[in-house]
């Protein structure tokens, strides 16, 4: 590949997962370069208005982690939410041309298959047969049960503790220091 510089990148372009979206929702497209503040602010912002009822959050490649939390915020700060998560994948082409055209190398085209993520928040319910429903406050209820399950389990001793040992405890030292024996007149 040192032979080549890369021309240009192509995104094809994907219509969203979702059927039957209103022409005014607010699209958050998530790039990895993009702050959580100002994408969190301008969200929230919107959804607490009480005219915006649907918000879509999307991002691709190394912008799917940034997309998830952009997404959790918006769960706590934002009750009562209904969600749809679609996942799928984004064909990219790059173009790489020779370096030096005289030596007769052919041009490259590199597709490449990118993760890509959509999700849907709205205030009004949806359809819970759509696959990737998540209904408002299922995930919080879950983590609630799991940990009262974790809290009624035995307890554990604390280590170093017990059977007379000395271990976790400050051993004492002789009068002296470390490795000095002490004098005798």
């Given at each position: 590949?040192e032979?080549?510089?890369k021309?240009r990148?192509?995104e094809?372009?994907?219509?969203?997962?979702?059927?039957?979206?209103?022409?005014?929702i607010i699209?958050?497209?998530?790039k990895?370069?993009?702050?959580?503040?100002?994408?969190?602010?301008?969200?929230i912002?919107k959804?607490?208005s009480?005219?915006?009822?649907?918000?879509l959050?999307?991002?691709?490649?190394k912008a799917?982690g940034k997309?998830?939390?952009?997404?959790?915020?918006?769960?706590?700060r934002?009750k009562?939410?209904?969600q749809i998560?679609?996942?799928?994948?984004?064909?990219?082409?790059e173009?790489?041309e020779?370096i030096?055209?005289?030596v007769?190398?052919d041009?490259l085209t590199?597709?490449r298959?990118?993760?890509s993520?959509?999700?849907?928040?709205?205030?009004?319910p949806?359809?819970t047969?759509?696959?990737g429903?998540?209904?408002p406050?299922?995930?919080?209820?879950?983590?609630l049960q799991e940990?009262?399950?974790?809290s009624q389990?035995p307890?554990?001793?604390?280590?170093g503790l017990g059977?007379?040992g000395?271990?976790g405890?400050k051993?004492?030292?002789?009068?002296?220091?470390?490795g000095e024996?002490?004098?005798q007149?």
């Amino acid at each position: 590949m040192e032979n080549y510089k890369k021309v240009r990148v192509e995104e094809k372009p994907v219509e969203l997962p979702f059927s039957s979206l209103p022409t005014d929702i607010i699209e958050m497209k998530v790039k990895d370069g993009s702050k959580i503040r100002n994408l969190m602010g301008f969200a929230i912002g919107k959804m607490e208005s009480e005219n915006v009822r649907q918000i879509l959050f999307s991002g691709t490649g190394k912008a799917l982690g940034k997309t998830l939390t952009c997404v959790e915020i918006m769960k706590r700060r934002v009750k009562d939410l209904h969600q749809i998560t679609k996942i799928f994948y984004r064909q990219t082409e790059e173009i790489w041309e020779s370096i030096v055209p005289e030596v007769g190398l052919d041009p490259l085209t590199v597709k490449r298959n990118c993760p890509s993520i959509c999700i849907l928040l709205s205030k009004d319910p949806l359809d819970t047969a759509e696959p990737g429903y998540q209904a408002p406050g299922s995930y919080d209820s879950q983590w609630l049960q799991e940990l009262k399950v974790e809290s009624q389990g035995p307890k554990r001793k604390k280590p170093g503790l017990g059977r007379g040992g000395v271990m976790g405890r400050k051993q004492h030292r002789p009068p002296g220091g470390r490795g000095e024996t002490s004098k005798q007149s």
